[in-house]
């Protein structure tokens, strides 16, 4: 099952690549062993597979509850790369659990307005729990900001547009050198205000 990861993710490479005509930007700043959590923006579905595919190394996600109940497989699918948060409540569980995920050097990705953004594109707030995380792991925090898949798949429609999307990468945030425990949400939103500009 673990494979199915690497053929999606093929899958998604070839549709960005001809459908939105991908562009990356600023690989080079990700760190390639050790916990991490790569912070984006989240305007639409297409959000997270695109943050997938232009990482460098696997990433693990958290995905609804409801997912892993799904038929077929599915479920089983989803939990080969994923583990379950309940969307709306900050459970101490879901925090240990990420945290116990980064010291054992996973990449984890976490959108921290929480879910897709309506209106705008993801960067207006960054809620408690990545701060948290942060605090607790020490991890470094590798900002992305996801440029066009908000006009690709907008909230409420159901078929993509080939607009063309670019993925941008900055240097990482290192605890005690670029972020400390009482500013963590600032300094990670100006980080992603400067890529998108």
Request: hydrophobic letters at 40%; a positive charge; proline letters at 7%.
């Amino acid at each position: 099952m673990k494979n199915c990861y690497y053929v999606f993710r093929d899958f998604f490479c070839l549709y960005f690549k001809i459908w939105n005509r991908l562009e990356v930007e600023g690989r080079e700043h990700i760190p390639q062993s050790g916990g991490l959590i790569v912070v984006a923006n989240h305007a639409s579905y297409l959000d997270p597979p695109l943050l997938g595919v232009a990482m460098t190394r696997r990433m693990t996600y958290m995905a609804k509850e409801s997912l892993f109940a799904a038929p077929l497989g599915v479920g089983r699918f989803v939990g080969s790369f994923s583990f379950p948060v309940n969307r709306g409540k900050t459970s101490h569980n879901v925090i240990k659990e990420t945290v116990r995920r980064l010291c054992a050097g996973e990449a984890i990705a976490i959108f921290p307005g929480g879910q897709r953004a309506a209106e705008g594109d993801g960067t207006e707030e960054i809620r408690g729990g990545v701060e948290l995380i942060a605090r607790l792991s020490k991890a470094a925090i590798l900002p992305a900001y996801l440029d066009g898949t908000g006009r690709s798949l907008p909230v409420g429609k159901k078929i993509p547009k080939p607009v063309k999307v670019r993925v941008r990468f900055g240097p990482p945030l290192i605890y005690k050198s670029d972020y400390h425990e009482k500013e963590i949400a600032p300094v990670v939103l100006d980080a992603l205000r400067r890529l998108k500009n």
